[in-house]
């Protein structure tokens, strides 16, 4: 049974730093894609980070907004993910989810096919 547990989130100032992570259990790393999500309030969840590896290589891709200023990174050791969240702005104010895929392709824009979910932990972006 695949789990996720996110950490991490808290409030910061415009400009500030966070980072997110999520330990995973119940599967292999390499079985997996994983991402992150956010969903602020009265919008649709969205895709803002994705990252699989596969052997030596590790792929990633991000959403445009975050471009820059986020980072996914994984350690395999411990089956976690991590998010690192730089220049932050007021609109990246949202609950960030932890996700995962037995879909592997990492591909620009896709965020979909991805099945078991983290309980979200909130992240506050004051201006």
């Known amino acids: 049974q695949v789990q996720l547990v996110e950490s991490g989130g808290g409030s910061v100032q415009a400009g500030g730093s966070l980072r997110l992570a999520c330990k995973g259990s119940?599967?292999?790393?390499?079985?997996?894609?994983m991402a992150w999500f956010r969903q602020a309030p009265a919008q649709e969840r969205e895709g803002v980070a994705q990252i699989r590896a596969r052997g030596s290589v590790t792929f990633t891709e991000y959403d445009e907004s975050v471009k820059g200023r986020f980072t996914i990174s994984q350690d395999r050791a411990t089956n976690t993910i991590y998010l690192q969240m730089n220049s932050l702005k007021p609109e990246d104010t949202a609950v960030y989810y932890c996700?995962?895929?037995?879909?592997?392709?990492?591909?620009?824009?896709?965020?979909?096919?991805?099945?078991?979910w983290g309980q979200g932990t909130q992240v506050t972006v004051s201006s």
């Open positions: 119940g599967y292999d790393y390499m079985e997996k894609r």
């Open positions: 996700a995962a895929s037995s879909s592997l392709t990492v591909r620009a824009g896709d965020w979909d096919n991805f099945d078991d």
